[in-house]
Each structure stands twice: as structure tokens, then as C-alpha cells.
């Protein structure tokens, strides 16, 4: 089989599309990736070794939970933790574990990580087809920065098994069951329930998660085939907040939909007049305080960058730094530490366009606007 | 002379640009207008009867004070008020007065009410071949909704007399004498400085005008040629309040502009803690009650609308509903009076896609993002 029968693709569309493949490579394995979203495939989806790994889809979300959910689900759906870390897809190619990120990377952090918190040949024994989706949370990790998890370094949380070719889900009960069985953490279940009483269920766990500073929910039928996203207020605030310490780096689009989330679940919510005025506070403080607090490092000579810290062998972080310096990033090495064995390297990704913008702005630039 | 000579452009580059020019006609007189910002000529540059009614330019803007106004001007500069209305163009035509608003409109409505409020004929005697340019003020007109001024229905404010043809302004003070002689109301003069005098005395002038929730600041060279503007606090989210009344009708590039401004004056006018977090809640007010607001309006099933009065002879209101109906603008009547011989009609121009957008999610629509 070739790889356009393995996509589902005709020849011809299969030659178009593959112009959009970038070639990467990871340990002298070539492998090729899609790094955008295109109408037929999934972004991330990477062949390698003539198989094929489906990207991860885009989950759809709705801003209004009591009409969103009936539009989307006719029937019995899980409720399940959406955690705020990075997502990654684990295969078995060719006999090598390897983490693939959201876009198709083979990191070699995570594929390393994941092996040491994972029984991945175990998995893989029994689900040689298969990948292993989840996220990777806590504190030391080269990509996020929530620490809102109660996890010391970092963590693997299963959320799917899926298809590796053809990226069908297995049914949540029969994933849960595997990966309890294999020992594999995964996201918190709530529960499971008809559209109408979903409805009724999930403001409170939304407020709950809320309340800890949690991310959100995924729902999807419960073999797998839909899913729906809903984001708690501390997430779209968290994700302001990140936005505005880099104002000119993220885009406006990014924040606008962020404003317009937190809109629609204040009026869902029936947030009281006290309560509206304090999410209203919460949003000007996440835009504003993070902006502030850039305008006045970059005036005091400060190059803005996003601080990681991760803890490894030391040749996983060597691995780490190279496959940064293949991807042209520029990294700030903050602070490099042995800590029994270990390497704990704080570093920052310069943020560029926000530091040169904000730096001639303060320089006096005038805007044509 | 031709228009292209007019424009102090050649002929080649002429024939070029009337393309982009549009068609118009007020009462039975052709003219063409330039609706958007070019390179050579101002965006609502007219082209009339044979002459040129060149548009207002676009007026420059700093972030910092500290560093902008240095970076604009080498040599003094008048300090005077800017103020939140509509700008208008005022030129008499083949012996005709037609007041322009920003895109090269005749509009009936401004061209009646300037001549009610300013003597016009006199002014035009005087100065056959400028143009009068002013601010439109006050709570019955049909563009804009500030509501500051001392003003009860509707005033003029004079800020530049131009040359029709070139733009080139008059010199500040000749051009206040000349208002001040013919008793046309102008915009206050704060006074005139050196630029190192200005980066001084503009933040407490700024701050002023914020506490009586002004606008903000144009700063020109004396001889008129070079601007430069500065708003307040209270315009910036008066902005954003308007924005998010109407969130998917205005742009993400707006508010972004406008929270990047609230940034940099608050590092400029060093806050203190206090005042930070007040103007952070200021602006997360600003931007989430109105948007709440507007969500519950058409989750109520009302129709977004931009509500505007108009106070003036009933023919002056027929002209200007009929001027609407020919830019296919939709307004909905919600008030209408007759007061002392004058019509006072209250009328919404309705805002579609805002309404649109939020009645299709509170019908629970899925955001593919």
C-alpha cells in the first residue's frame, strides 16, 4: 500500500497535497510532515518509514454549552479533564517509540520522557497500530508553562488510543480500560451522560475545574467519533495573560477570541452583577499587568523570552538544544544545573518581534495608523 | 489647470488614481471622491466643478510623549485640544458651501448645520480658496456618540483652515485670529512650547482632559505642517467599550491598538500599583460589560443598532434619511418629534454581523478555530 491509500486519498490529490510535506528527520530517520491544517488532512500527520501517523484534529468548541452540546451530540457522550500542556501522539515505527507534537515534530525530550513514564513497548505489543494520545503536564517541559497540576517535573495523561493510519478512535471505555491496564495515567473522567443532562452537568464542573485553575473539558461520544471542547474563565485569562507578555508576538485574533469566550460564558453562567465586574477585572489585569510588566523590562534593556526549565540525562537535554539549533530558535541558556545525575537547564525562546517593537515604540516611533 | 496638476501629480499617475475614485452627487452636482488612504493624495480628496477639495490627513501618533514628540518636532509647537466628534471639511463651490466628512460625503445634514453655526459666507469672502476644517460636537448628530462636551445639541469647532487645493495649513496663530475675528468657536489652545517644554508639560495636560473624559491632544508645528496626536485614558476605553458593543463588527486590530496605547501611557505616566490595577479593571470593564450587554440584548431577540438624534428642520431630517437610503444603510426610526418647529428624530443604524454572530452562537454553533 502506498501512502495515499493509506491517507484515503486518490493519486492525483495525494501529488498536490505532498508538496505541502516538509522533510525533517530525527536520529538519521527521514520522515516527512504536514505542518498546517488542510481540508483532507489532519495538520501534524507524518509519514515515515511507509506508514503513516494521522495528526491530531482540531477538537470544534462551542461558546455556549446549553445549545452546543444538543447541536453536536445526539447521544451518550463522556465528559472528560482537558489538561493545559502539550499534546503528543506516541507510535511505534519500525520498532522505535517516537513522540510526535502537534505538528508532526519527533521532539526528543518527549520521546524520551515518554518512554520513561510509559511501559511504550508493553503498550505497543498490544496495539502495534495504534498511537498513544495525550498530554504532557508539569512545570519542567520545553513547550508550556501552566503549573496548575500537582506534578514535580513532568507528567504523561492519556486522553486517546487511536488508529495510527486512519486516526479512528478506540471507545472511551474500552481506552480507559487499556491504559488502566497497562498502568497508563489518563485525563479525569466526570462522567458519562445523555446531551440533556450534560447540559445540566457541566457549568459545575466547569466551575470546579475553574476554581483550581484548570483548563477545561472535552466531551465526545462515547466511541470516540465526536468531540466537543469547552474552556473554564482561568484558561482564557491564563491565555491573555500569555498573550500580552508578548503583545506583538500573538495575534489579535488570538486575544479577541479569548474576550469573546469569556462574553458568552458570563452570560451562560448567569454571573451576578459582583461577579461580572470581577471577571470584567480579571480580564483587564490579565491584558494589562503582563504588557506593563514587558514595556518595562524591555525599557530597562531586558530581551523578552518564554522560560522553560526541563530535567533530563544529560545527553536528552544535549538532544534537546540540537534539535533547537536545527529549528533555527534562539535560546537563552538562564541557568544549567547537576542535580543527582540529572541536568535542570532554565532557558528562554527570545520572543524577537514584541522586544524590537516595544523597544522602538518606547524609542519614540510614530504610528501611521 | 487640470485636476492631476491640481494634485501636483503627472498625468500618467493621475489617470491611474481615478480609478479608485467613486461617483457621487449631492443635489443635482456630481463630484468624485477618494474613499480610501493613497500614497500621493489624502483619502477624501474631492474632486469638484474643476477644482480639488484635498482630504485631511491622517494624523500621526506617538505611544510615548517622552521620546515621540522629540522624534516629531525640532522646533515649536501649539498645544491644542482634540476632540471626539466628526471631522468635517467645510469649502464653498461654484458659490455653494458643502461640508465633506472624513471620506469626501457631502453630507446634507453637516452642510445645513454648519451654515446655522458658523458664518460661512463671511469666512468664504475672506478666504475664497481654503477650506474650513473643524470638529462636529455634541449629542444629536448622526455619526458619533461622545457625550462630553458642554454642548446640547450640536456645535462646531474649528482646529485648521487649509488651503482647498494643496491641504497646506495656515499658520496656527493667523488661524485663530482669523476664527477669532469672525467669531467661529475653535478648539482650546493648551499654549505654545518647545519641544523639551511639551514632553513636560503634556502628560498633566493629558491627564486633565482624562479626569473630564476629553479625548486628547493634536500637537503641530506653529506653522501648521507637522502633527502629531495623543489620546487619553478615557478615549482609549471609551474605544473599546465601543468596540465590544458591537465586537465582530469592529476589528480585533482596534482594540489591539487601542489596550497596546493603554500599556505604553501607563509605563509613560508611571502609575503607581494602585492606579495600574485600576486601569487594568478599567479596561476589562470596557471591554467585557458592553459585549455582556449586547449578548443578552439579541439573546432577548433585539437587533444590534448604533443609536443616533438628529435635531433640525424637517426638510434638513428628509435630506439626511433619503442621503442614508442612498448609502444603502439600514436605519430603524425609534423616536420622532417635533419640538419648537424642529424635527428630533431618534433612529438605530442597525449593526448586522455583530447581531448575526452572536444570535448564530447563543444558537449554539461549533467554532472551528
Known sequence: MEYHDKLGLSRERFVDLAEQFHDDSYRGRAYRRLPDYRRSVEKGTVLVGGTVVRGFPKIPRCLVLDEGIPQQFDREIAVEEKLNGYNVRVARIEGDILAFTRSGIVCPFTTHKVQALVDCDRFFDRHPDRMLCGEMIGPENPYTTADCYDVDSIAFRAFDIRDRESG??????????????????????????????AVESTPEIVDG??????????????????????????????????????????????????????????????????ERRERAHGVGESLLLPMIDSIEAVGEGDRLGERHTVRAEPRVVDALLDHFREQSLSIDIERDRRVEGQRVLTFSKQIQRSTDKIDSYLDGTIVKE
Chains 1, 2 share one sequence.
Open 168 to 197: 479512528d478512535s478506540m471507545p472511551v471505555a474500552e481506552r480507559r480500560e487499556a491504559c488502566e491496564d497497562l498502568g497508563i495515567s489518563q485525563v479525569d473522567l466526570f462522567g458519562v451522560y445523555e446531551p440533556t443532562e
Open 209 to 274: 475545574l475553574d476554581e483550581r485553575g484548570r483548563e477545561g473539558i472535552v466531551m465526545k461520544t462515547v466511541d470516540g467519533s465526536q468531540q466537543l471542547k469547552y474552556t473554564t474563565s482561568a484558561a482564557n485569562q491564563g491565555d491573555l495573560a500569555y498573550a500580552f507578555t508578548y503583545p506583538f508576538d500573538y495575534g489579535r485574533a488570538f486575544a479577541f477570541r479569548r474576550l469573546i469566550r469569556e462574553g458568552f460564558q458570563s452570560v451562560e453562567f448567569a454571573d451576578s452583577e459582583a
